[in-house]
């Protein structure tokens, strides 16, 4: 499968001011008073996204040789990009001791991103090696994935193995099915256990590592959940406690989509708004002011901008 899809994380905006100029008359008596309006505006740009702009002066009553401030505003909006996200269910053996917490954390991560006031659809993978399969196709009907997630059936007859990599290459497969060419914020969030790591199954933590990047480099995030095993009667996993020293973590785009949920209940509404963010992202790459003011009157120039990149 290949894809050269890049997930667009800035918005490229070029707003042009044609401040209206203003004028101070000579003389001993009172200047009038300049003009505090929203600028006439020519914006460039292709996509839905909006730029507007205002400017006030002061004092708003000058005299002849004061100086007046004119102060610039511009502000840029753009309607929320929707999400795919696929869910990635691991079904290792290692993860049946704690099936019930397991697989109500895989809801908790759809109730956080059904909570989101973004567009988003869901798809469900489950994860068995030597192949994983898609469960649920992207939907907006989140119910359709918690009921994918109610048939998951974890037996204590199966195997404990490592299935990250597939996972995530069935994941890519449903999310460029699912691709409709409106655009959007792709994600792979899965729900994995420590203890195959652990056990040293280097060839495939290492096609894992290999295909979150992959995955990264395609544009699309990648999230982790990592379990523990912690119960002792789990006797093939003798309470392992492994999350803060396997490679597993490394497998997400940044710390934010990483979530450490033990044997419990994980919390995914931090890694849900952060991917919610990217499909928000905008900020002003080029500002061009263009500014006329009367003969005779004299200009000092002076930039104090601030901005923040989510």
Not at 78 to 84: D, G, I, K, L, T
Not at 95 to 122: G, I, Y
Not at 249 to 261: E, G, Q, T
Request: glycine share 10%; with cysteine; aromatic share 4%.
């Amino acid at each position: 499968m290949s894809s050269s899809r890049r997930s667009l994380n800035a918005i490229s905006l070029t707003a042009i001011f044609l401040a209206a100029a203003f004028g101070v008359i000579a003389g001993l008596s009172e200047a009038h008073s300049p003009r505090s309006a929203a600028p006439m505006m020519v914006a460039e740009d292709p996509s839905t996204c909006g730029v507007t702009g205002t400017y006030g002066v002061a004092p708003t009553h000058a005299r002849v040789c004061d100086t007046i401030d004119v102060t610039l505003a511009v502000s840029a909006t753009c309607p929320a990009r929707p999400m795919h996200i696929v869910l990635g269910v691991d079904e290792s053996l290692a993860t049946w001791c704690f099936q019930t917490r397991f697989l109500a954390s895989a809801k908790r991560v759809v109730d956080s991103f059904e909570r989101l006031d973004v567009p988003v659809k869901m798809g469900l993978v489950i994860g068995r090696n030597p192949r994983s399969s898609a469960a649920v196709e992207l939907t907006d009907d989140l119910d359709d994935v918690s009921r994918g997630i109610n048939m998951v059936r974890i037996l204590p007859t199966g195997m404990n193995t490592l299935a990250e990599h597939l996972m995530i290459e069935e994941g890519m497969a449903m999310l460029e099915r699912g691709r409709t060419g409106e655009g959007g914020v792709e994600a792979i969030v899965l729900l994995a256990d420590s203890l195959p790591w652990a056990n040293g199954l280097a060839p495939e933590t290492g096609r894992s590592l290999a295909a979150a990047r992959r995955a990264r480099s395609d544009g699309i995030e990648v999230g982790i959940s990592c379990h523990d095993t912690l119960d002792p009667a789990c006797r093939w996993a003798a309470g392992a406690n492994q999350c803060s020293e396997v490679d597993l973590p490394k497998m997400a785009s940044r710390p934010s989509l990483y979530v450490y949920a033990g044997d419990g209940l994980g919390s995914y509404g931090g890694m849900a708004e952060s991917i919610a963010r990217s499909a928000s992202d905008l900020f002003v790459e080029q500002l061009l002011i263009n500014g006329y003011r009367r003969p005779g009157l004299r200009a000092r120039s002076g930039f104090d901008v601030a901005g923040r990149r989510a």
